[in-house]
């Protein structure tokens, strides 16, 4: 699963911000400046470079079986931990499997497990 960030446009006048260029252009006809949203948090930035690592969005290949993962997957903490993701090889030792899942909460916040 590749991670993108996402494009927004804020009208140079009042600032509001839109999803689409020539609503931006319409709001209050000033010049329009590109957005970039980090797709883990969805804060905006004015450079792609830092929406990507504002939460550490880059991704991690498994070394097994060549899959991508974004920082934000479970199998990212996974791979750093046993070397493989759970979709290649689901065996985990139980100090790797609670590992996994405490550097994943301590990471996204979100509580999973590998085997749901």
């Given at each position: 699963m590749k991670l993108e960030i996402k494009e927004l446009y804020r009208c140079g006048e009042c600032r509001e911000i839109h999803d689409d260029e020539d609503e931006a252009r319409e709001c209050c006809r000033p010049a329009v400046y590109t957005l970039y949203v980090c797709p883990v948090c969805a804060e905006n930035h004015n450079?792609?470079?830092?929406?990507?690592?504002?939460?550490?969005?880059?991704?991690?290949?498994?070394?097994?079986?060549?899959?991508?993962?974004?920082?934000?997957?479970?199998?990212?903490?996974?791979?750093?931990?046993?070397?493989?993701?759970?979709?290649?090889?689901?065996?985990?030792?139980?100090?790797?499997?609670?590992?996994?899942?405490?550097?994943?909460?301590?990471?996204?916040?979100k509580r999973e497990h590998l085997h749901e």
């Open positions: 450079e792609p470079d830092e929406a990507m690592s504002c939460c550490n969005a880059d991704g991690i290949s498994c070394p097994q079986c060549r899959r991508d993962y974004p920082s934000i997957s479970i199998d990212y903490q996974a791979i750093k931990i046993a070397g493989h993701c759970n979709a290649c090889n689901p065996l985990f030792t139980i100090e790797q499997q609670l590992a996994v899942q405490d550097l994943h909460y301590q990471h996204t916040g």
